[in-house]
């Protein structure tokens, strides 16, 4: 059995303090609650604060947006791995559709940072999807395969099985829209099979994917009862800790 994942990506929102309040609110709406792995995901500034918090949450792991692949040097603006490491972080999420749009970044240059990641003892969180013209034009397979064989190429299986995967259609982040249950499904198999002609079938069937794309209460427990969908990379409902509670919720109930 794979064990869900459901992570809150609060992308630049939050200030240390908002965020301790938040993880207040939160600990009082999921007490008690297993079967699910929950991450936060909050902006560097807050990883020092969160990482006190959740040492006394259990079931709780933090995260970190970003990373960059050299240990130092002259990159202005960036953070390392053990930079993070530092602050007991334990995922990374990397080829997220803004880094990659926004900020160019390739297959290749992320590629980098997820083996960066695990030379670290990081565990990244590997963002992948199509925008909606590639999916309109029946391409999104091809995107899928190109981005998961550029992002993962070097990793062998024992590294994988330490990787998570988030299926992230461009079209449905931020927008409100949302890829139905049998979409998020279809592309969370095809990328299983592709995970299986990469590595092997055991590991591919071990691999976590997530479904992040306007992920809310009131779609997540159909997504999450999918076969292939094994958790979630919340963006906007992650910032009120109700809303994520429920997502959560609905995670250890699929």
């Known amino acids: 059995m794979r064990k869900k994942i459901i992570a809150a990506n609060w992308k630049m929102n939050m200030t240390s303090a908002e965020a301790a309040s938040f993880m207040e609110d939160l600990d009082l709406e999921l007490k008690n609650f297993d079967g699910v792995e929950v991450v936060i995901v909050p902006p560097f500034t807050s990883l020092p604060k969160l990482s006190e918090i ?6 709780f792991a933090i995260g970190a947006q970003n990373m960059w692949h050299e240990a130092s040097g002259a990159y202005t603006g960036e953070v390392s791995a053990g930079m993070l490491r530092e602050f007991f972080t334990r995922y990374v999420v990397l080829g997220h559709s803004e880094r990659r749009t926004i900020f160019g970044e390739s297959d290749e240059l992320i590629n980098k940072k997820v083996k960066a990641a695990h030379a670290a003892s990081l565990r990244p969180i590997l963002c992948v999807g199509e925008t909606l013209a590639e999916r309109d ?7 899928l395969a190109r981005q998961l064989k550029g992002g993962l190429a070097g990793l062998d299986a024992d590294q994988m099985l330490d990787t998570v995967i988030a299926y992230e259609p461009v079209w449905a982040i931020g927008t409100g829209r949302t890829a139905s249950p049998e979409q998020a499904q279809e592309a969370h198999a095809f990328i299983r099979k592709t995970l299986t002609e990469l590595f092997d079938a055991p590991t591919a069937a071990k691999v976590r994917i997530q479904y992040g794309g306007s992920v809310k209460p009131d779609n997540a427990q159909e997504l999450l009862h999918q076969p292939d969908i094994d958790g979630a990379l919340v963006g906007g409902a992650s910032l009120d800790s109700r809303s994520f509670a429920k997502i959560v919720k609905a995670g250890s109930r699929a």
């Open 54 to 59: 959740a040492n006394d949450m259990p079931g």
């Open 137 to 143: 034009a029946n391409k999104h397979h091809d995107v």
